[in-house]
């Protein structure tokens, strides 16, 4: 039996084995899909001897859980993310390189979402995301606009930090489409930008004809 056989694996701290087995049990193969199991697998091995790889993996098992935790009740659910915000927090910790570690954190942190609401930690996370972006050779485009959105978006907040704000969401007004109303904004107002309506009213218009009602 192949998950017998990782079991054994496992046991003596092989780290492949360990994902292939929480895999199994995550989805099912060869085994009966209980995701508790998949997760109790991955957190007993990092007791056992932490490793990034399973941590991260452990992270991302959890966002692939996310529609089915939504479902539960309501203690259930916040369980769910208590040890959703504890397994990336974890990531942290041992310095992870990958942006969407800190991205969740981020917005764990500005929701409140398995903690309580800190927006100077969401800030910190979404700026230690939007670097590690910038640094990769190949970026994730979604995720780095998003996060120098929602990081310019609390910086506006902020007199020492909304210049910057403004500059990223302008940035990231191309390819998030609720940062163009933002970002209209500002041309229209024109406090921390030069005014610009023209700029202005074209970034209404697009965000409207995406939907977006704020700009109807």
């Keep these: ?126 700026y230690k995301s939007l670097q590690l972006s910038l640094n990769r050779e190949y970026q994730d485009k979604d995720l780095l606009y998003q ?3 929602r990081l310019g978006r609390l910086q506006l907040n902020y007199e020492n930090t909304q210049k910057d704000g403004a500059s990223n969401i302008i940035s990231s007004a191309d390819y998030i489409n609720c940062a163009k109303v933002y970002a209209g904004r500002l041309y229209y107002e024109g406090k921390l930008i030069e005014k610009n309506l023209s700029k202005a009213f074209d970034l209404f218009k697009k965000a409207a004809d995406k939907g977006i009602i704020e700009a109807q």
Excluded at 56 to 66: A, K
């Design 1 to 126: 039996d192949a998950n017998t056989i990782l079991a054994d694996l496992v046991s003596r701290g092989n780290t492949k084995a360990t994902i292939f087995l929480s895999d199994n049990h995550f989805y099912g193969r060869g085994a009966d899909q209980d995701r508790s199991i998949a997760y109790d697998i991955l957190n007993n091995a990092n007791e056992r001897a932490p490793d990034i790889e399973l941590i991260e993996h452990l992270c991302r098992l959890r966002l692939r859980d996310i529609d089915r935790a939504n479902q539960l009740s309501e203690k259930e659910k916040n369980e769910f993310f208590e040890a959703m915000y504890d397994n990336f927090t974890y990531a942290s910790i041992y310095e992870s390189n990958d942006p969407g570690t800190y991205f969740v954190l981020g917005l764990l942190y500005e929701t409140g979402t398995g903690t309580s609401v800190n927006l100077y930690n969401a800030q910190e996370n979404y």
């Design 147 to 149: 996060a120098a959105f």
